[in-house]
């Protein structure tokens, strides 16, 4: 079935750093939607882009469909970025959709 | 605006007891729905999913249900809970199966 994996699994920055964090995905995908876990579990939507570059705030989703690769990268960290980041591959069919999450990464922002 | 509301937030259940999750979507006309599940420290699986009310697919078999009563409503069910149940569910719609994703807040199950 369809797979994404995500790296690093654990990422810790100082405050000010940029972090880049990578998904890989096993098959087509018609876009990429990041997402930000909260430590109660739900879940904020962060970007979504098929392909290319889309930019909110200090976010920057990169989505190289044809190489089943995706970034997110994070300028100037914040000690509140710290969490559980989702990259999640949209695989539609003409009916539905089914969005495949990866693992996660793990982001610890420290003073 | 759209709205997603889950209930309960939080349930602690007995093995071999019932089970019924709902999820309510408002602001959104005939959107599709999706469970998915998340053990402890795991990844988020998607269970159902529902274009429309009264069919609901089964994605993965976690001796679960589903159905789809109203065009705004989703319900996760099963008569029989297990061990394995345990975790956190989360409901969401999206316009279109090509478009982006809206979760609900989720609700944490702990089966004891």
């Known amino acids: 079935g369809q797979q994404v994996q995500q790296s690093p699994a654990s990422l810790v920055l100082q405050e000010g750093e940029n972090a880049e964090l990578q998904c890989n995905f096993s098959?087509?995908?018609?876009?990429l939607q990041w997402f930000y876990q909260r430590p109660g579990g739900s879940l904020v939507s962060l970007l979504s882009?098929?392909?290319g570059t889309k930019h909110t705030g200090r976010l920057t989703s990169t989505t190289v469909t044809k190489e089943r690769r995706g970034s997110l990268h994070i300028s100037s960290s914040q000690i509140t970025d710290s969490g559980t980041y989702l990259c999640?591959?949209?695989?539609?069919?003409?009916?539905?959709?089914?969005?495949?999450f990866g693992q996660g990464t793990s982001l610890s922002v420290v003073p | 605006a759209q709205t997603i509301h889950q209930w309960p937030v939080a349930e602690i259940k007995a093995v071999g007891s019932p089970l019924s999750l709902g999820c309510t979507i408002k602001g959104k006309s005939s959107p599709n729905l999706y469970w998915y599940w998340q053990a402890t420290g795991g990844t988020l699986q998607q269970l159902f999913y529902s274009i429309t009310v009264g069919q609901v697919e089964s994605v993965v078999q976690l001796n679960l249900s589903a159905s789809r009563p109203k065009d705004d409503q989703f319900i996760l069910s099963t008569e029989k809970l297990l061990l394995s149940h345990s975790g956190f569910y989360l409901c969401?719609?999206?316009?279109?199966?090509?478009?982006?994703?809206?979760f609900g807040s989720g609700t944490r199950l702990l089966v004891i």
């Open positions: 969401a719609w999206s316009l279109r199966g090509d478009s982006d994703y809206t």
């Open positions: 098959s087509t995908a018609t876009r």
């Open positions: 882009n098929p392909s």
């Open positions: 999640a591959m949209g695989a539609a069919s003409s009916s539905f959709s089914k969005l495949v």
